[in-house]
């Protein structure tokens, strides 16, 4: 039943597709100058009968209707009714309605919201986009249909991955489908724009929000896996360069470079090229990356049950992009004039494009390479975060500075006064530095020089903060919290890095253990029914060899029946300064507990700074149009 | 001639260039210095050039009635089913370790027989099985 109303549901919209693309480009032969009516109507249509099918599918998951595939192997009657919603989107064939669901939001909003652009330019935004829909839409019915139907109808379903069962699921793949799809949109505006001469300011206004609107999400969502990993996966860390957290990065590179390019295309009405570069590599890299993860090429943390056909299609369907992309770039691009004095903002701001591309070529190396390595001479071997850590991180240390300075530029031309302020301000985070150095701990250069910069963009930002306070220029607020949030976010990094404890031992039930600075007790455990599954809870007792204060700390196994699954669930303590993590898993039933204790200073501050970046640009969206 | 605005902007070209050139192979060198190969207890044991000390990854499955736990680490056997070798870790294992199932190991050889492990790594599901030890296996069982 609901596999007939979902395939029914997709066809037409696939139908409306076909439509709105004959339409628009018939419309794009009338010379007047607002767009039909009856396009508007079609794309209403579109949105409302692709949301339609996505609630189908919502609704087979709430009823367990295991007469879909996908709800047969992805969720379970005795899931939570919150998993069996959030399970939706867990699996590859959800996944992708709800991609092609944003697909088509985004287009119907692109089409209402842009009324006063040029007709051209929509209707051929509108085209390609439908375009890319349809490519999604194909893949979606033949390979990897959510509404497949099975029979005999199975009683019980395969149950959701249970490390999936966490209420993070419910968030962080739609942050990053809104992210990572939504560049679809400007992917089609830029190739409307090289076909419909529609350059230069007017096509930065007309993007310029939806880039902002995507790259919110995009940092929201990339943050919010960060901080579930942490929890999740156990090892304590946040960041471990994994394949899928490289694949996320690459866009969110190019993305930042554009969002930064379109000021100066808005302003100063160049760099048109390069803008329409960074969008269509934006919406590519994102294609890629889900290419590369699908197609089971990469291993990482997100195992999709991968099958080499998807890749197939995706990688041909990203061919096609990239071939027809290239082609209307080449074909339509006119030589621009750049004139650049080198104390102007707009060199700033392509300073801060050289890094992202460095970044971007550098994370891009780092993943492709055992790929290589391996088709070419079938060797193999990964990329570990040293590399990572050792080319990205000492470019970090300039790019702080110039993101510190490089705002206060004017535009075309400045003063030195500027150059004073900041040498000023750079003397002063050395002596703050100095003084964490000499109080705290000892630590390398490259981390001394990492703080300074670090410290240096902070103090440069509050000031610019109390400035804002002063003229209250609304337009500056955003830029300052969010380049505040990312001076903040790297010194907390450091200070997390250089001041973490750590200790691996395993512990029988009853023992104590004496660590540097704790002793920690494992009094006893216990064993508890969850909603569905059983918990073997520890109990241990931590004393703080300095304070005497005592804390207890939890740590979980879960043994997740049908089938029969373990996971470990750290005991974390947050606190305002520090938090405590603690990990204990089994192996074999032995009497023996693996523990993972850390002490990992200012880890919540790491979370606020990094939501400070994202804050940032939500602000910035607030704006009205007229302020901005 | 050329004028001053041509000159510069082939300074600015040749600039460009350079810096790019200086970049990859900065980017090219640490990765060559960072990358962990991935080695079958066969080829350890064979090959005469595998560094000690240095960072690495073993796989292959851990062999039945090999583990050993005591207070300082866990020690296990990783087979290939035809060459074996000791591992010792320290931590907490993945949820999906076991006697009998595959494991990926990172760290460093002590010696041809002994690998001291940093991380363990067992990302797989109960279907799925790293390519790497899937090969190793398919070749060993013909």
Known sequence: MLSNIGISLLVLVLILSFLIIYNASLDLKISSQSVKKNIYKLSLFQITFIILSFFTLIIGFINSDFSLINVYENSHTAKPLFYKIAGTWGNHEGSLLLWVNILVIFSYL??????????????????????????????????????????????????????LQDPALAIHPPLLYVGFVGCSIYFSAAMASLLSD?????????????????????TLGIIV???????ELGWGGFWFWDPVENASLLPWFAITALMHSLIVLEKRNTLYAWAIILCLLTFILSVTGTFLVRSGILNSVHTFASDPSRGIYILSFLSFMIFSALTIFFKKYKKENYNFNLKSKEIFILANNWFMAFFLVTVLIGML?????????????SVGPPFFNIVIIPLVIPFMILMAVGP????????????YKALFLILVAGVINLFIFYFFGKYSLLSNLIFIAAIFLILHSLLDFKNFINNKNKLELPR?????????????????????????FNLKVGEVKKTSAYVIDFEDISIEEGKNYKAIIGNFKLTNLKNNIVQYLNPEIRIYPNPETLTYEAAIKTKINSDLYLTMSNVSRSEYYNIKFQKKPFMIWIWISALMITFGGFVQLTLKKNEN | ML?????????????????????????????????????????????????????????????KGSLIINQKNIQFVVTDFENEILISYSGTVPSLFAEEKGVVAEGSLSDKNFFIASRILAKHDENYMPPEIKEIIEKNAK
């Open chain 1, 110 to 163: 692109f089409l209402v919201f842009n009324r006063n652009h040029d007709k051209k330019f929509r209707l051929y935004t509108l085209i390609f986009q439908n375009i890319l829909i349809l490519g999604f839409l194909f893949f979606l019915l033949l390979n990897s249909n959510p509404f497949n139907s099975i029979y005999p109808i199975p009683l019980e379903g395969l149950g959701l991955n249970p490390i």
């Open chain 1, 198 to 218: 529609y350059g230069g300011k007017l096509f930065a206004q007309s993007i310029k929000t939806w880039v902002k609107i995507s790259w919110c999400f995009q």
């Open chain 1, 225 to 231: 896996g960060s901080i579930w990993a942490y929890y």
């Open chain 1, 369 to 381: 390479y055992p790929i290589f390595l391996d088709v070419l001479i079938n060797e193999k071997i």
């Open chain 1, 408 to 419: 206060k530029f004017g535009w075309i031309k400045s003063k030195n006064k500027i150059f």
């Open chain 1, 480 to 504: 300052i919290i969010s380049h505040l949030g990312f001076g903040l976010l790297v010194f907390f990094i450091g200070i997390n890095h250089q001041f973490s404890l750590e200790e691996d």
């Open chain 2, 3 to 63: 004028t001053k605005k041509v000159k510069n902007r082939i300074l600015f070209l040749f600039f460009i260039f350079l810096l790019s050139i200086f970049a990859i192979f900065f980017i090219i060198k640490s990765l060559n210095k960072n990358i962990l190969y991935f080695s079958s207890p066969t080829e350890i044991k064979e090959r005469e050039d595998i560094p000690f000390g240095k960072a690495m990854r073993v796989g292959g499955m851990v062999k």
